[in-house]
């Protein structure tokens, strides 16, 4: 094992920032564990299946068998200190790879050599477009049945559209599958059954033509794209290995061409060629451009130098038994423990109690922290995923990574009245380490409701509270806020309040007319109108007001189930007083006696909440997509096809869409999207009273 073990000394050009990138089960969290093997930083290969990889160290993670949170690890290669982040893999963690991206220099994105390009593969290949990070690709699992490089790196071509430059060539198939041909060097590297380390030799005879045939089909490739390479190969027909490298590193770092290699994790087959090829062409922190921020709305850069004032951005938090984790990425300055640093938010100072050298659940305490380094600390009181700490001399407020808008809610409460307050502070504990978890009461049910980006993620997230807080926590769906409306109103209700029981009596006499208010587009109306045509003084205006406060006070239950009343106009067309009987009061309780009567006498429907919602799906997947709006009751109101894909617009009833966010995906291979946005309400069907 080729490893160095390296300081905070090192120089910029030393240090690798990078995430591992892929679809869930496509082997990222092996890759991470072979790399710590392979640079020394353990002595034994840990195992997914077995529970036992350094970066899957949640409870949840080892009973499920998939990465859930982002953990960040550290090693040493060939000289070079390489912070990886292992990301998760599972479509309703996509934010925290998104909050990943946002501090990273580069990534590897594993493939599944069976699978190819898989639909997680491809979104998070996306949102590292987004974020310019450049790539290099590893086709993982050789060794499986049916395994094909060729049809894997199409795949990649077809599906995510780069220039793939594939550097290896397979020795042996699927079982038989013992090596690479590396064809910058044109040599083999072959590892033996047990051993760590590849044996270095030349290329078969039975493979040397293809090799010859693919290291001219690379150097073509990378000819075409790059400049310098083209002259070399205009001249000699030929590049070499020392020019095919240069050229390699400079297309991956534009993005105009992605590195293919191959190998099998979980064999521990093309590890040792992977880490050299992170050294080689995936870029230090000064290969990247300065970071940007702005101070008093003007925008400045901050380079990549220890020597400069600080910044850096918290992109995890992280409860522990320890304390209270905030993961950095330092993109300029240095920080010492006991330093005091700004928050640029919220321009409070906090103070760096401890720093640390992270390897998973394991830290290893360090004296400071320079430009380029990922590390967390401790001691941050207020600090939240996105904030910047920058030198309190030199302020800068970095870009915060973005937050997905949650898609599915459930409705959690304590099983024990007692443990309320307890589940309270764990619930905002759990959206503070997680952005993509939004804790709210809604006003009308009282239920409190947690919403995130899947049901696997509410799961887990509840899950947590279970294990870490010990409270038994009762989630269901959450019930949608119904109102109710006038379908058929009524004319000249006559209402007489009379009361006396002693003293000063009451008097009121009003007639109504109740109407439905008339709906604008496609959604019920909303809102309430009252006028009055009495006239000659009938009811004095003071008296007038006061029954329209009578009326609004009766729209707060409805006849059918105590809902909200909505979308009706009563007109006040005339009554009587009493000269010493009549007062505010008695007409305010008229107006409210007399409107309840009126919605008994008259036809209500119950109105149900509805979203206008916007999916988006694979062009192959509308027909399926279709067939389950038209089941949630959805009404489709557009279709336009962009590029290859369909976006189908369609108003839902909010109640059909609890769990749809599960089923699109199911139904298109994890591809398809969607937004919602509240429309409104809609006459919710079979619940209309008839007097």
Sequence with gaps: MRSTVTTHADPLTAVRNLGILAHVDAGKTTVTERFLYATGTTHKRGEVHDGTTVTDFDPQERDRGITIFAAAVSCAWDGHRINLIDTPGHVDFADEVERSLRVLDGAIAVFDAVAGVEPQSESVWRQADRHGVPRIAFVNKLDRAGADLDTAVESIRQRLHPVPLVVQLPIGTEDGFVGVVDLLRMRAL??????????????????????????????????????????????????????????????????????????????NRGIEPLLDAVVAYLPSPLDVPPVRGTHDGTEQERAADDQVPLAALAFKVSATATGRLTYLRLYSGTIRKGDTVLDAGTRRTERIGRILRVRADRHAELDLAVAGDIVAVVGLKSARAGTTLCAQAAPLLLEPPS???????????????????????????????????????????GQTLLSGMGELHLEVAVEKIRQSQGLEVAVGRPRVAHRETVVRGVSGLVFRHVKQDGGAGQFAHVVLDMAPLEAEGDSAATGFVFRSTVVGGRVPQEYVRA?????????????????????????????????????????????????????????????????????????????????????????????????????????????ELFGYATRLRSRTQGRGTFTARPAGYAPAPGTVSVS
């Design 403 to 445: 937050v997905a808008n949650p898609v599915v809610s459930v409705a959690v409460e304590a099983r024990r009245s007692t443990d309320t307050d307890r589940l309270a502070t764990a619930l905002a504990r759990l959206a503070e380490e997680d952005p993509s978890l939004v804790v709210r009461t809604d006003p009308e049910t």
């Design 190 to 267: 072959v590892w033996a059954d047990g051993d760590d380390t590849a044996a270095e030799g030349p290329v078969p005879d039975a493979l040397r033509d293809e090799a010859e045939r693919r290291r001219q089909r690379l150097e073509e490739a990378v000819a075409e794209l790059h400049p310098m390479a083209l002259e070399e190969f205009c001249a000699e027909s030929t590049l070499s290995a020392r020019t095919l490298a240069a050229a390699l590193r400079d297309l991956t770092r534009t993005g105009e061409g992605v590195v293919v290699l191959c190998g099998s994790a979980y064999r």
């Design 547 to 655: 029954v329209e406060a009578g009326c609004r006070d009766a729209l707060a239950e409805g006849p059918l189930g105590g809902h909200p009343v909505t979308g009706l106009s009563v007109t006040l067309t005339d009554g009587a007083t009493h000269s010493k009987d009549s007062s505010e009061m008695a007409f305010r309780t008229a107006g409210r006696l007399a409107l309840r009567e009126a919605m008994r006498v008259g036809v209500m429907g119950l109105l149900e909440p509805v979203a206008d919602v916007s999916v988006t799906v694979p062009a192959d997947a509308v027909g399926g997509v279709l067939g389950d709006l038209a089941a949630r009751r959805g009404r489709v109101t557009d279709s336009v096809t962009r590029g290859g894909s369909v976006v189908v617009s369609a108003t839902v009833p909010l109640a």
